[in-house]
């Protein structure tokens, strides 16, 4: 009885009472601090320094109750019933509120966390402007200085490159950060400009810039990281040496600690992902780089011989997931073309799908799958929710964003699938994919000068670029300008013979019957694959003839631009035809 009586008179102690406030009243601000971090640009060291205040402050606030309270402590323990009332009934005592009130807001920061961490929700498109403005950290990479001299080393000082890029994207939770992709920053490859010139054209506000000496063994680098704003200044400077078989820790503390020099601040996933990075071997890593090096080309040659390295990479070392997301996507750049022989997007999905098994972190396995199963599997579901977890990995692969919004488009949400384009050119600007390809989504929205000038923009960045003669168009064509519709599409013929459906289509619509069943007859006579399949499927829509074109629209293995036929501006004839639900049927698109 007596000890129930010092446990009771302890707990009702002032120093008691404070104690249990203090420790529960710390523990709910340590827990908020995720907000404050996230929505006032603070780093990672804002917990550490309210954590350290807090420690030394307890003592502080114990001795300042008991100083206070020490010739009063018998007077209340006697007179004060209220406080014996509440001590009766725990339940009602400030502690006890207190840790209720600890506990609901645990438990509420929980199912916050989870939620966040669900890849498979939808971002927030309530505000375009915000969405692709906001304010972030930004950073570029310029291409890397072959100090050797030596071009046969091309190869792997562009894989010094990507992978310096490769880690730095993935730092991205605490504040926000953009990182310029290489297609990009390769613009400026033996490059006069001042780098206050290229930070104002590519909008950043850090730049890095690297020499490299390759050897056989081994990669010496000296690095540079230069503040533009408001001055030009050299924030830091490194020189550094690894090997080949630890690489891959070499850049990511390279990354980290160029994320410490712009204030980044890093996630304690971050710092254990940044700090585990993996040994590799030299010489399959060597593969790997020379095929990705001549993928990035994006020429038939360039495919050919970059898939060749990559096998190569994968013989070397089979448990290699480098080797075979480069395969998945050397892939999917040919199932997007005229050369798939019919097969490419089931090579990609089972080299993603290996990829996948080696390494479930990689935000480009993810966003392998997901094309997959967009362009080739159309299990949408699945892959709205890989595209999801890829830009959750990595919110700064601008081939994502792109992808991402032909799949929000396929489902009907052509402002969100804009949105998402913006993005891809926001981290991307100087590609001319993510701006051609915008151009059609303008035009599926009406805003056809809108959707020329992205064409034309993109016919600035890349002369005689294929992409950006078909969208010019397919704009002036659906803007009632035929004759330059015409005239682009037979320069794009002239350059690229493998489009000639898209002159077909134009002449079709047009009025031009013959010239388009000329260019109908030649494709039929020729090899017939899902591109050329594709082609007859949209000339004869346009001249509306439905067995042909349902013909083709059903030919397997399908090409992976067959499934837009169900939303784009050029396939609406099909779309009267009864068969159309069956198509529509077969696609099950979401909801």
């Not at 993810?366 to 159309?378: P, R």
């Not at 009907?412 to 001319?432: C, R, S, T």
């Not at 015409?486 to 010239?515: R, V």
């Amino acid at each position: 009885m007596a000890d129930k009586k010092n446990i009771n008179r302890f707990i009702s102690s002032p120093i008691a009472q404070t104690f249990l406030v203090y420790i529960s009243g710390g523990w709910i601000v340590l827990e908020m601090t995720d907000y404050f971090i996230n929505y006032y640009s603070l780093t990672e060291r804002f917990r550490d320094i309210l954590l350290i205040v807090l420690i030394i402050c307890l003592p502080l606030a114990l001795f300042l109750t008991w100083y206070f309270s020490r010739d009063k402590e018998t007077k209340d323990e006697k007179d004060n019933r209220l406080s014996r009332i509440l001590w009766k009934r725990p339940w009602f005592s400030i502690p006890a509120i207190m840790v209720v009130v600890l506990v609901l807001f645990t438990a509420v920061r929980f199912v916050y966390r989870h939620n966040e961490g669900d890849s498979s929700r939808l971002p927030d498109y309530s505000n375009i402007k915000d969405a692709i403005d906001r304010a972030e950290v930004s950073l570029a990479v310029l291409p890397f200085t072959n100090f050797s001299g030596n071009s046969d080393q091309d190869w792997l000082i562009s894989g010094q490159h990507e992978a310096l890029i490769h880690e730095l994207s993935k730092i991205s939770q605490f504040r926000p950060f953009r990182i310029i992709s290489r297609s990009t920053v390769d613009a400026f490859k033996n490059r006069e400009k001042p780098v206050s010139e290229i930070a104002r054209e590519i909008n950043v506000e850090y730049l890095v810039e690297a020499s490299v000496v390759a050897s056989a063994d081994s990669v010496s680098i000296q690095l540079r990281l230069i503040r533009v704003n408001p001055e030009e200044s050299v924030v830091w400077a490194e020189s550094a040496i690894t090997d080949f078989t630890h690489i891959l820790k070499f850049y990511s503390d390279l990354a980290e600690q160029i994320a410490e020099k712009v204030d980044l601040g890093l996630t304690p996933d971050e710092t254990e992902r940044l700090s585990n990075s993996r040994e590799v071997n030299p010489e399959s890593y060597k593969a790997y780089l020379r095929g990705m090096y001549h993928l990035n080309l994006l020429t038939p040659e360039g495919l050919e011989k970059g898939l060749e390295y990559l096998h190569q990479a994968v013989s070397l070392d089979p448990a290699e997931p480098f080797a075979y997301a480069g395969l998945a996507l050397g892939y999917l750049e040919i199932a997007h073309g005229p050369l798939d022989p019919g097969d490419a997007l089931t090579k990609a999905e089972a080299a993603a799908s290996q990829a996948f098994k080696l390494d479930s972190t990689m935000a480009e396995v993810y966003a392998a799958l997901a094309e997959v199963y967009l362009y080739d599997v159309w299990e949408f579901d699945l892959a709205e929710e890989y595209f999801l977890k890829a830009l959750d990995l990595n919110p700064n692969l601008a081939i994502v964003h792109y992808h991402y919004a032909w799949a929000l488009y396929l489902f009907g949400q052509l402002d969100e699938a804009i949105v998402e384009h913006k993005l891809a050119q926001k981290y991307d600007p100087f590609n001319p994919l993510h701006t051609s390809w915008l151009g059609t989504l303008y035009s599926a929205k009406g805003l056809h000068e809108e959707a020329i000038e992205a064409a034309l923009e993109s016919l600035d960045m890349r002369e005689d670029y294929s992409s950006g003669y078909f969208v010019l168009g397919m704009s002036y064509l659906f803007s009632g300008q035929e004759e330059k519709a015409i005239e682009a599409h037979t320069k794009l013929m002239e350059l690229h013979p493998w489009w000639s459906w898209a002159l077909g289509y134009t002449y079709a619509t047009t009025g031009h019957i013959e010239e388009a069943e000329e260019i109908l007859q030649q494709l039929e006579n020729g090899n017939i694959n899902g591109w050329v399949a594709h082609g007859l499927m949209t000339i004869n829509a346009a001249l509306d003839r439905m067995d042909e074109a349902y013909k083709w629209l059903n030919y397997e293995p399908h090409h992976a631009f067959a499934a837009w036929a169900a939303v784009m501006d050029e396939y609406q004839t099909l779309r009267k035809d009864p068969r159309f639900e069956d198509f529509l049927a077969r696609l099950n698109l979401p909801d």
